[in-house]
């Protein structure tokens, strides 16, 4: 039986400093379901699992924090009631800021052991006591592997190995998580490595450290990885990402590869309203790797 594509969004922007990517699930679905409707690609919308409250961004170290573990809390029991991860599903995430993937992701390996792969300009591998901005769309990462945040998201223990863990296409990482980031096991792929050593080289690298010992990898894309001549309405964009060709090169190397889920984040279309073009890029994106 094919799998049925399950679509959840989370309109939330509370990890990041900027409001509009609350708006990124509408803007995905306007370009995404057409896409899936002419494919004849089956798919259910599950609908988003929305904000509890709204959060005043009041200066801290961890930005939100309460609002955003409850919002998690709520995800989890959304995605547990409507078995979004059911064996004939192929879950896709909507976001909202980077910050909704974590319960997400969560959910994903309570059902299997997996890798992860995090295309992204940043490393958002900040903890509360290095971040420069207290930003939690920017510890995320770190908490899927057991530091920083962890524990406030009522977890003991990391969610993701970090040798399974991949971060690719970054070109903006502040210099304490760098330093973090060296200390740990995860593997980071810069851009100026996938300038030199090519897109196909990276991924098959990070295809092969994401699959060590596990059972499936998630990709996770925060449309920032792209450039913004491309991708401009995004939250943070920064200059010297990754082009529309990549994007054959993605998922020619994921062909055949045991994908578990994805999700794609941090469109924010208030940056501009007449035009969808980012949605659409993460929508042809989403559509060459389901088409796989
Ligand atoms: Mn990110």
Redesign the pocket.
Same mark, same amino acid.
């Given at each position: 039986m094919p799998q049925t594509i399950a679509i959840v969004g989370m309109p939330s922007c509370m990890g990041g400093n900027r409001y509009g990517c609350e708006q990124g699930p509408r803007a995905l679905r306007h370009a995404l379901f057409p896409l899936l409707d002419k494919k004849s690609i089956p798919f259910e919308d599950y609908g988003n699992v929305t904000e509890p409250c709204v959060c005043g961004l009041k200066s801290s170290k961890a930005k939100c924090l309460a609002e955003i573990a409850s919002l998690h809390n709520q995800a989890t029991k959304f995605f547990q009631d409507n078995e979004i991860f059911k064996k004939s599903h192929f879950p896709i995430l909507l976001g909202g800021? $980077?910050s909704v993937n974590y319960p997400f992701i969560r959910e994903a390996a309570r059902h299997k052991k997996i890798g992860l792969i995090?295309f992204?300009? $940043?490393g958002?591998f900040n903890t509360p006591d290095i971040s420069p901005s207290g930003n939690i $769309?920017?510890m995320?990462?770190a908490a899927l592997a057991g530091h920083g945040l962890t524990h406030s998201f009522g977890d003991d223990k990391a969610i993701i190995n970090e040798a399974n863990i991949c971060i690719v296409g970054t070109r903006d990482v502040d210099p304490d998580e760098s330093e973090l980031l060296k200390k740990t096991n995860v593997h980071v792929f810069s851009m100026k490595e996938i300038k030199k050593r090519g897109l196909k080289a990276v991924l098959e690298d990070a295809i092969a450290a994401a699959g060590q010992g596990t059972k499936g990898i998630h990709l996770?894309f925060?449309m920032?990885?792209f450039d913004p001549t491309i991708a401009p309405h995004v939250s943070?964009p920064v200059p010297g990402g990754l082009l529309k060709k990549d994007i054959k090169t993605i998922a020619h190397c994921f062909k055949n590869q045991n994908l578990t889920s994805l999700d794609a984040?941090?469109i924010n279309p208030s940056k501009n309203m007449d035009e969808n073009e980012t949605a659409e890029l993460a929508a042809r994106l989403l559509l060459a790797l389901i088409e796989n």
């Open positions: 800021d $980077h995090w992204d300009a $940043h958002d $769309h920017g995320v990462l996770s925060d920032d990885v943070t984040v941090e």
